[in-house]
């Protein structure tokens, strides 16, 4: 036991602990008897109990696998075909889920730069599919900004200011570049030559 001075002392000293704010979700809309995205096509759920369905489904499920079922919806909203797992509609929808994941993760840690890094590039990249699209298909792309529920803002045009310094350097990387694909050019033919010399040993031995 301990003195009621040194116990106010304490108490005085505790940090305070600050309210976090509820900030919503994307993953919010989620119905939770929705089963996992492993368990939900096999027919053998049917005639389950319903305990075990309960442990299946969302309401017990983590982050990672709400996030994959969202993924999912979002993919089965602007796919092509059902076989399109690869074309640019997908893959920006797979960015979408995770851009949006992140910014919900720098809300409640936004101090965490590493995510806040990894965000900056996935939007980037989303940016650069979203201006092909505009410029390939417009039709497939305002059709991706409805369903996905995208805000497209082309980037600014950059106009670099063309100075001494800056043409002697770009000369000297494109020398240097060239002198590396020379390098490259005779280890490759040196490995080529390799190769042909054991492959004609080895009919050699087969006569």
């Given at each position: ?69 969202k993924t ?81 803002c082309p ?33 490759r033919l ?18």
């Amino acid at each position: 036991a301990c003195s009621p001075v040194l116990q106010a002392a304490r108490g005085y000293a505790r940090p305070v602990t600050k309210k976090r704010k509820d900030i919503p979700s994307h993953l919010d809309d989620l119905p939770p008897t929705m089963l996992k995205k492993d368990y939900a096509n096999l027919p053998v759920l049917s005639s389950v109990d319903d305990v075990v369905k309960r442990l299946l489904s969302l309401e017990m499920a983590s982050q990672k696998e709400k996030l994959k079922v969202k993924t999912q919806q979002l993919v089965e909203k602007v796919r092509r075909s059902p076989n399109d797992n690869g074309s640019f509609e997908v893959q920006v929808a797979i960015l979408t889920a995770k851009i949006r994941t992140l910014e919900e993760h720098l809300q409640r840690h936004p101090k965490d730069k590493k995510n806040r890094r990894f965000m900056l590039m996935g939007l980037d990249r989303r940016r650069k599919m979203l201006g092909y699209l505009r410029r390939v298909n417009y039709s497939t792309f305002e059709n991706i900004c409805q369903q996905l529920d995208i805000q497209y803002c082309p980037p600014q045009p950059y106009a670099r200011r063309v100075t001494k310094r800056w043409l002697v350097k770009k000369a000297l990387c494109i020398k240097v570049f060239q002198e590396k694909q020379k390098l490259k050019a005779a280890e490759r033919l040196k490995q080529r030559r390799e190769w042909q010399a054991r492959a004609r040993a080895a009919r050699e031995q087969q006569e």
